[in-house]
């Protein structure tokens, strides 16, 4: 015993053969080894600058001060208790517990390392590293203190039970729960562990994270950092993850409805980002303030999102043979967008007001509907496209062709629909299962403005034809529709203008049909508006109706009807030419 109104300085080796009980002024000086085999209990001043061990336990109590700055090791336990002191500028290396009760305090400047678990009642200061080294350990934290820095080493598990707010955090091995709110401030990072991570609830961070651990990381509620974040192994997620740099992963899974935004969004080559919800149940957004959105597979057969949200932003997206299951998709964006060869059994939906490009590439496009939920300025269309939902698709500003374009939709009575001309030195083939209406960008009696202008126009599908837009192509004209009807004037110019299947020509006005071309009638044509016919006619069929062929051309023409065919009505009025 060093009783209160004793000094006890040592400078050589003493040795204990049992317990050291101080009230006094302890000094183990730099030269001093002090071995303790038993506890040390110390409510005095314990100074130590050279090596001590204490054999079982360290009690601080009483008002004690524990000055360290040499190497302290205890055995089992330190505890800092009674409204006593810790000051470390040295390294503290426990086998057991620390604990810091209400009313005392620890200031570490340097390193204390333990095996056992640390309960934080007191105040911690300082800008040294507490490092937890051990199996299975718990790290009970004051939720208003800041810790400079808290690395995890335990073989086990390492669980965090109370708010903690870290300056930095290293993981470095084994797994890692965090029972409450995580904040930290200055860095997330560790070596390459195979430990998992577990986060019970929110997780903010005001740095980049990087998550060495390649063992699943679940994030049970919200996670917001502030910086780039990657994750090593793989993700599963029920509340939103908010980045303000960018967001790397590999496998994700999702349990909820969530939001993913940064400014970068990539999954690993090969990877999924996946739910373990009921199938079509619940939403996924993805993003990216930056305009990147690499995703790889969204969703499986056998468990599909119900929306998947691309969002970029300001930024263009670029979205290129992506496998999707989901529902629908919806591509976000005040730029342009561009989808590019995908094949998916749902819905597209569009929302912005720029140009919406889509280009079927070298395995085509195939959906189920597309919706427009803003209209954009303007559609560039190429390769093979199909639509297979009963919806149809509706282009309500200009179609420009990028390339020779195929457009079908397969979907029952499924309409397609041209409200604003068609351009572009590329061939269009529409098959249409319902109703394809081309509208006139100008007015109803004008004929003199081409709304379709292209190389050549098929019509090649089962459905009805509502035209009142006027086609001119520098090649051929091609119709297989059996119900042809005019809601406007119309002029139809190409070498060929074809009538492949028997048609009905009709209008619920006194509109005409004008062609300028050979007109080419491959089966009969009833005829309930006038045809005005520029250039030759070839008539395979039977010619019927209410209403007129009339020959009207300013060269030279031919007129070749089937031998034997009544014509209600034929006009010759032309000033110029033959007939």
């Known amino acids: 015993d060093v009783s209160s109104n004793s000094t006890l300085s040592n400078s050589g080796t003493l040795s204990v053969g049992g317990d050291l009980t101080s009230s006094g002024t302890l000094k183990n000086e730099g030269t001093g080894t002090l071995a303790v085999t038993g506890d040390i209990t110390s409510s005095g001043v314990f100074t130590n600058n050279g090596t001590t061990t204490a054999g079982s336990d360290f009690t601080n109590t009483s008002g004690g001060t524990l000055t360290n700055g040499g190497d302290l ?39 204390i390392s333990l095996k056992g678990n640390f309960t934080d009642s007191g105040t911690y200061t300082g800008n040294g590293t507490v490092i937890f080294n051990g199996t299975t350990q718990s790290f009970t934290p004051n939720a208003s203190t800041t810790y400079a820095k808290i690395t995890s080493s335990s073989s086990a598990k390492l669980t965090v039970q109370d708010n903690a707010n870290i300056k930095t955090f290293t993981h470095n091995s084994g797994n890692l729960e965090f029972k409450k709110p ?19 609830d929110t997780v903010t961070t005001t740095c980049a994270a990087t998550f060495s651990n390649t063992g699943l990381t679940t994030f049970t509620y919200s996670a917001t950092f502030g910086g780039n974040v990657s994750f090593a192994g793989d993700v599963q997620l029920s509340g939103n993850l908010t980045s303000s740099g960018t967001i790397s992963f590999q496998n994700l899974t999702v349990t909820d409805s969530v939001e993913i935004s940064g400014t970068q969004i990539t999954a690993a080559s090969g990877k999924v980002i996946g739910t373990s ?24 057969s056998t468990n599909k999102f119900n929306i998947v949200e691309l969002d970029t932003g300001s930024h263009d997206i670029d979205f290129t043979s992506e496998t999707i299951y989901a529902n629908q998709i919806k591509f976000t964006s005040s730029g342009n967008v561009t989808v590019t060869g995908i094949t998916y059994d749902g819905d597209l939906i569009f929302n912005t007001s720029e140009k919406v490009s889509i280009n079927g590439g070298t395995g085509g ?11 954009p300025s303007s559609f560039d269309l190429s390769g093979n496209i199909e639509i297979t939902g009963t919806g149809g698709i509706s282009f309500p500003r200009a179609v420009v062709l990028t390339g020779n374009t195929s457009l079908k939709t397969s979907g029952t009575n499924a309409p397609v629909t041209f409200s604003s001309g068609i351009s572009g030195a590329y061939t269009l083939d529409v098959n249409n299962a319902g109703l394809l209406t081309i509208d006139d960008k100008t007015s109803l009696t004008d004929t003199s403005n081409a709304d379709v202008n292209i190389t050549s126009f098929t019509q090649s599908g089962a459905g009805a034809v509502s035209i009142a837009g006027d086609i001119t192509c520098s090649s051929s004209i091609q119709f297989v529709t059996t119900s042809f009807a005019l809601t406007g004037n119309v002029l139809l110019s190409g070498n060929v203008v074809a009538l492949t299947s028997a048609i009905t020509l009709s209008s619920l006005s006194s509109y005409e049909l004008s062609v300028v071309g ?4 491959y089966n009969d044509v009833t005829a309930n508006v006038n045809v005005n016919a520029l250039g030759d006619v070839v008539s395979n069929g039977k010619w019927t109706g209410s209403k007129s062929l009339i020959f009207a051309g300013s060269n ?24």
């Open 277 to 300: 919800a009921a199938t079509g149940t619940k939403n996924l957004t993805l993003k990216a303030s930056g305009g990147t959105i690499t995703a790889g597979q969204i969703g499986t």
């Open 182 to 200: 995580l904040t930290v401030t200055t860095s997330y990072t560790g070596s390459t562990n195979t430990g998992t991570v577990i986060f019970d």
């Open 73 to 111: 090791t205890v055995t089992g336990n330190l505890s800092n208790t009674g409204n006593s002191s810790i000051s470390n500028s040295g390294d503290i290396v426990l086998n057991g517990n620390l604990t810091n009760d209400s009313g005392s305090s620890i200031v570490n400047s340097d390193t």
């Open 518 to 521: 050979k007109l080419q009638a």
């Open 365 to 375: 496009f195939n959906v189920k509907n597309i919706v427009l939920q803003t209209i």
């Open 556 to 579: 030279n023409q031919i007129f070749n009807p089937k031998t034997g065919t009544s014509y209600s009505s034929v006009y010759i009025i032309k000033t110029v030419g033959t007939f």
